[in-house]
């Protein structure tokens, strides 16, 4: 005999899954187009960043597609390289939403992928965004779960971790 389970709920100011450290919302609106253009600035890996931008939208009601600028000048996305800040910010990002475009900024690479996921999160099904400043950073180094691993699992997992986990942050 086991005694029964008494379950808490989360306490009003707590989520299930982290909110962005700190986050400023403005006034007004930007529509995304359909053609996402991303220039990645300092990071030399273009291609891979436009594959993760496709890949995050694919997961997503909006859809669409993204593709690389040649210039800062005609892209709606830029990133940027940033000197990291003090502390322990591990995979930290600036997302800035404004009416000149997105812009985010990052001392890391992953910094940046964390913050195209956010992004990809902030665009509802009408493509439109709100104009939003974002700051963000994992407590921990290591970013990690627990899963049961056998040979049937591997697929299963990646597109758990490509469809539900990555975009669990709004």
Known sequence: FLPPVKYSPLPKNKTLFPRPKEIKYGTGRLTTPGLLTL????????ARFVQLLNELLANTSRGGRGKAA????????KLKKI???TGNKFDYYELAVSKKG?????????????GLTTLVQLIGRNNHLRMVQIKDWADFEFRG???VVDNASLAFQGN???QLWGSLKF
């Open 39 to 46: 220039f990645s600035g300092e990071f030399k890996q273009a």
């Open 70 to 77: 040649s210039s800062a000048k005609t892209a709606f996305i």
């Open 83 to 85: 000197t990291a800040p």
């Open 102 to 114: 997105i812009l985010i900024s990052s001392p890391t690479p992953r910094g940046a992928y964390y």
């Open 145 to 147: 779960v627990h899963v």
């Open 160 to 162: 758990l971790i490509r």
